[in-house]
Structures are given as structure tokens and as C-alpha cells.
């Protein structure tokens, strides 16, 4: 079973955008706790101390024992969402769910990378995480602080999905048995070379082309042999005896030409 936190909660009568900021001017952080068997039940927490909480858990998935002082019985739950002010990067709000320690609950538990990769150690191969979290089933006792993904076996061109995990006591998978996990994939330097060659490829062939379309020299077939007849312009009168112009109309009549003297 994974570490157990407290937390200190008051219940809090008023609600809404003023109460919630009244509650940030005095450096406490509007909750709600979330319970399967009871209604939602505002709370607030002191700042300093859920940010001490914070720094503890890190990113283990635990579960935290809220102690109040109007109630004598403490509630089992996790942080299920943290809200935060992009710009000033303070905590705005947290829901909390209630579990009991006697059924099984819902929760998401960080992937973590246990072992070194063969694909890595031997094939140059890089590890890629398609998964950060999964969602479990678990009772309050069986819960673990990760799924631990043993990468050992894993070489380039393979990835573990969500079938392909050690069996945890206790924790039934929800996600997708298809869904991967972690892959060992190709370096990123290989991949980009690939790419760029074929690119440069074809610039060297752009630059061909615009050399032959200004007669660069030394370019077979760009420049017009010395000596040749140059086509005539659009609209010029065809010579007498000369072969009809390409695109004429079939069975147009050429001028006959004058016959020779004798």
C-alpha cells in the first residue's frame, strides 16, 4: 500500500467567485471533496501547507487522510484535479474524491521506467513514452505509487502495451489492452538524415535545371548549336514551300510553290 497523507480542511459555508477570492487573499485554497456515497462538500486548505503536501507526494499517486477539527473522523481520498493561474502560478482550486477502504475505486497512476533497454544499451535506440498514466481499479490497500514497466527485454522497433504488463496484486488495468506504453524507437539523428537527403537531392536537381534554362556551359543540350536555324516567331508568314506550321488545321492548303524554269 502506498504512503498515507494528512491534510488539514476546513468546511466552508460560502461559495461562488467571492468567497473563492476572498479565500486566495488569505492564503487558503478553495476544495471540493467528491464522495460515491455522500454530497459534495466545499472545503478550504491552508496555501503553505497543501504546497508542503505537494513537494512530499511529488508525482507518486497516494491517497491523503483529510482531518478536520468539527468532525472527529477523517476522510480517505486523492487529488483528483489541481487548478492553477498559468501567469501567477498559484493554486486556484482542488477537487478531491473520497474513497472507503473497503471498495474498490478509480484512479490514474503515473508509468514509471524500471531496468535499461536493449534496444538503448546495444541498438543506439531511444525509449519513447506514449503513455505517462494509466487507469486502474485498485482498493485503498492495494494501491501502487506507479506502474513500474521493466524496459529490459526491449529492443528497437518493439513497444509494450498495456497487455504486455506484469500482472500487479490488486490492480486491474482499464485502459485498452492495445494502448502502448513505452517503444524503443530509431535515434532521432538516423531519422533526420533520412529526411535531409533526399531533400538535398533535390535542390542539387532545382539547381541543375536553373543552369540549364539560363545555357550555363558545359551543359549537354542547354545551348543552341552554332549555326542552327532559330524557330520563327509567333504569327510570322510561313516561307513558301515550307512544312506546315505545327497545330494547322488538317487538310489546310499550302500555297503551291512556282515551278521551276526549265
Known amino acids: 500500500m502506498s504512503q498515507k497523507f494528512q491534510l488539514n480542511v476546513v468546511s466552508r459555508?460560502?461559495?461562488?467567485r467571492s468567497a473563492s477570492r476572498r479565500l486566495r487573499k488569505a492564503n487558503r485554497v478553495p476544495a471540493i471533496l467528491y464522495g460515491k456515497h455522500t454530497q459534495p462538500e466545499s472545503l478550504s486548505v491552508e496555501g503553505a501547507e497543501f504546497i508542503r503536501l505537494l513537494k512530499a507526494v511529488g508525482t507518486r499517486a497516494v491517497l491523503v487522510e483529510l482531518a478536520r477539527s468539527d468532525k472527529p473522523e477523517k476522510s480517505l481520498s486523492f487529488l483528483q484535479e489541481i487548478q492553477r493561474?498559468?501567469?501567477t502560478d498559484k493554486y486556484l482550486h482542488l477537487d478531491l474524491q473520497e474513497v472507503k477502504s473497503?471498495?474498490?475505486f478509480e484512479i490514474r497512476v503515473p508509468v514509471r521506467v524500471v531496468g535499461e533497454s536493449f534496444g538503448v544499451k546495444n541498438q543506439s535506440g531511444v525509449?519513447?513514452?506514449a503513455s505517462q498514466a494509466l487507469r486502474i481499479r485498485v482498493l485503498a490497500k492495494d494501491l501502487p505509487e506507479a506502474i513500474l514497466v521493466d524496459v529490459s527485454e526491449l529492443?528497437?522497433?518493439e513497444t509494450l502495451k498495456v497487455s504486455s504488463l506484469k500482472a500487479v496484486v490488486g490492480v486491474e488495468f482499464l485502459d485498452p489492452k492495445g494502448q502502448p506504453v513505452v517503444s524503443c524507437v530509431e535515434p532521432v539523428a538516423e531519422i533526420v538524415q533520412e529526411v535531409v537527403a533526399p531533400t538535398a537531392s533535390a535542390a542539387e536537381g532545382a539547381a541543375a535545371a536553373a543552369a540549364s534554362a539560363a545555357g550555363a556551359p558545359g551543359v549537354a543540350g542547354t545551348a543552341a548549336a552554332p549555326g542552327a536555324a532559330a524557330a520563327p516567331a509567333a504569327g510570322a508568314a510561313a516561307k513558301p514551300g515550307a512544312a506546315p506550321a505545327a497545330g494547322a488545321k488538317p487538310g489546310a492548303a499550302a500555297k503551291?510553290?512556282?515551278p521551276a524554269k526549265k
Open 127 to 129: 525509449l519513447e513514452m
Open 85 to 87: 493561474d498559468p501567469i
Open 13 to 16: 459555508a460560502q461559495t461562488g
Open 256 to 258: 503551291p510553290a512556282a
Open 155 to 157: 529492443k528497437v522497433g
Open 102 to 104: 473497503d471498495e474498490k
